[in-house]
């Protein structure tokens, strides 16, 4: 990377042992309509040959960082955002792909939309090779300008389609690294930063893809309702006692939707 010039967007991607996969996901970045850009790959000592992987990708705007971060991604992500020069900051999971525009994309809506500090994308699952015919989140969900009700209700912004600038992330205080908002870490994020500005749906065509595996699982149902009603009671101040009710009512329903899957596939 030229150090006279810094690049116009930093690029974060957490790994641990994602060998099969994250050579993909490197190549969606470089390969990228706007190369102006670095691609930092934190990197959580993996062990199934990830280090060869990378190794092999011979591009100046490629470095790697060790980290070990005991489980908490979160602490891999504010590395990658510490180390980063660029004035925009982008976020991608190391077994997802994004599309050639994505960025390209993401920083036209950010410029065009005053007073945003966050963009964002839809995405369609990928399973094996297959990709899904329906993008998410769903287009009724999506709104543009003050967003925070609307994430505190659905959560429904993906890490891995995010681009924000590296300011308003320095500000807003990073990622939480308490054990309480693993695996939800991220949409914290978002709200306290949709409470300093607005954000963008960057277009209603999906950006990126979002790969589902076994080992992207984020724990049981009663795990994940116990995080989103901890989350919902750290942003009730904002959010509001009706707001409040609205989400633990829905984490509760996702709940039993959940447990009533589980007893289904039995």
Known sequence: MNEEKAPLVSVVMP??????????????????????????????????????????????RLRVIKISNGGIIAASRNLGVKSASGRYIAFIDSDDIWLPEKLERQLEALRAAPGAVLAYCRFRTLTGDERSAEALPPLRVCTSGQIFNQIYLKHFVACSGVLAEKRALDEAGGFSEEVGLVAIEDTDLWLRLSAKGGGVLSSEAPLFLYRVHPGNASGGAWRRFRRELALSRRHYKRAGFFAFSASAALSL??????????????
Do not use: M, W
Not at 25 to 47: K, M, P, R
């Open 253 to 266: 329903i996702s709940f039993f939707k959940q447990k009533a899957l589980q007893l289904l596939r039995r």
């Open 15 to 60: 790994s641990y042992n994602h060998a099969s996969f994250i050579g993909r996901a490197v190549e969606s970045v470089l390969g990228q309509t706007c190369a102006d850009l670095e691609l930092i790959v934190i990197d959580n000592h993996s062990t199934d040959g990830t280090d060869g992987v990378l190794a092999a990708i011979q591009d100046p």
